[in-house]
């Protein structure tokens, strides 16, 4: 089955303790993106990757990191979460940009306390 | 996708009806815009797309209709059902060397009564 997966799904952490959070897709996606959610504020870009060893900033990349390694993988890395970056998360790809259908991931709720 | 607070536009209607979501967008260079489904719990859904070339664009029972001159854009659902009921997110590709980067819109709420 086609698919982006995020691993966890659910996760509460306390503030500094460096986490990760996986993304996967099997559809030899280009493009893949990061992006969180929070009430009111609709989805916010936070790294996005046009291909393997390729990446940007999205409009919030402060305090997270990325990596493309690999086509299929995508991971979300935060050195030192802060209570602030409490939110839903979402990975998404696409075959490319502009045209092409983007395929979320089933979401990510992170807590940091 | 500027933060106007925490409460999103909502549109309420009949089964049947049709429904109208609307979207205003920030940057003129943007080339490409995609309207997303979200239901409650889940990963926003694919619905249409359209290039800034483009003004009219129809799909199975939704129709996209671009306005550039006014930066407007607007999502068309035809004979509104109950599973339409969702957050409706229109979002833009910046284009130009910020190809690849994507803003969304804050959201509307669409509820379909049956």
């Known amino acids: ?113 | 996708g500027e933060s106007v607070g925490l409460h999103l536009p909502t549109l309420s209607v009949q089964e049947g009806d049709n429904s109208i979501i609307n979207c205003a967008y920030s940057n003129s260079a943007s080339d490409y815009f995609i309207w997303y489904k979200q239901e409650s719990g889940k990963g926003p859904q694919f619905i249409i797309d359209i290039r800034s070339n483009m003004d009219k664009r129809q799909g199975q029972r939704v129709t996209v209709l671009l306005n550039k001159t006014v930066k407007h854009l607007s999502l068309q659902i035809a004979a509104t059902q109950p599973g339409d009921s969702a957050v409706y997110f229109c979002a833009e590709n910046r284009g130009g060397t910020s190809y690849g980067k994507l803003t969304f819109g804050q959201g509307t709420i669409l509820t379909v009564h049956p």
């Open chain 1, 1 to 113: 089955e086609a698919q982006v997966t995020q691993n966890p799904r659910y996760l509460i952490t306390v503030t500094g303790k460096k986490l990760t959070v996986t993304c996967s897709q099997n559809m030899n996606h280009e493009y893949m993106s990061w992006y969180r959610q929070d009430p009111g504020l609709g989805l916010r870009q936070i790294y996005y990757s046009m291909n393997v060893e390729v990446t940007d900033k999205g409009d919030v990349p402060e305090g997270y990191k990325v990596s493309r390694k690999e086509k299929r993988n995508f991971p979300l890395i935060l050195e030192s979460p802060s209570p602030n970056q409490t939110s839903l998360y979402f990975c998404a790809s696409s075959l490319g940009t502009a045209g092409y259908e983007q395929y979320f991931g089933p979401g990510t709720r992170l807590t940091v306390t």
